[in-house]
């Protein structure tokens, strides 16, 4: 004896009693353990953030008579006047400088290497170069500061922003040309051979497809060498001398006198040297964590 299945309201069939959906699972319980550990790491990065802030806006007075956590009932703007007159203006134009003049060549460059190493990958001459490249990935710039050192001495560059920008782009471009060649690699064959197809060069190709399909790994490079160009302290210490060749980070030594320091002034000095970080890295932020994340996931 057969049986027709039940109908719905709607006309379809009504489940079968083994084909019902299951009950969810029970909530997963919480955990305790790494949520307590979040919050640890966040109080281990935001004190000394908090400690920097609340310092820099204490008179150097009463900044050792009383407790270094407890924000003080008057705070001051003259530790910020006093590092705005200290030429603060000066090592603020020479990081700047600094900054743009090695990471705009370094990511040009990177870029164009990058591609011609993934386009000619067959070649051996463009595999060897690859090979350096990632060999410079495990050059540390401690390793390289006496032959820089002397090289620099050679060109007659020592103490100016030329000595801190040409090692800057060098010790930019390994990194550099790993990222953005992962990206270019992305980028389907088809496209490339529909460009030649319609009589595109290579530096057509090179401008009007690579570039725009790779712009999240072209920001990320640059966002990251900015940083790390910025921050940059061994460089301007071995490569320069005088005062006007300082650069923001090298130029806290100057609220540092013989018998003492004083510490506002170079917290004041360090909350202004990380605004600029700041804003660069929100405006960024996107992009950086979604260029390294595509760039070595894929």
Known sequence: MTTTPTLTRRGHKAAHPEERPRSRPSAR??????????????????????????????????YYA????????????????????????????????????????????????????????RMRVLRAVNGLFLMGLAIPLQATVIPVYLIIIKLRLYDSLPALILPSIAFAIPLSVLVLANFIRDVPKELFDSMRVDGATEWTTLWRLAAPLTRPAILTVTIFNSLTIWNGFLLPLVLTQSPERRTLPLALWTFQGQYGVNVPAVLAAVVLTTLPVLVLYAFGRRQLLSGLTAGFGR
Do not use: C, H, Q
């Open 66 to 121: 009383s407790n270094p956590l407890v924000p003080t009932g008057d705070p001051t703007l003259e530790n910020y006047r006093l590092v705005v007159e200290s030429d603060f203006l000066r090592y603020f134009l020479n990081s700047v400088v600094v900054t743009a003049g090695a990471v705009v060549p370094a990511v040009v460059f990177s870029f164009m290497a990058a591609y011609a190493i993934v386009r000619g990958w």
């Open 29 to 62: 319980r919480p955990n305790w353990a790494g949520g307590l550990a979040g919050w640890l790491w966040l109080a281990v990065v935001a004190v000394p953030l908090y400690w920097t802030l609340i310092t820099s806006l204490k008179d150097r007075t009463r």
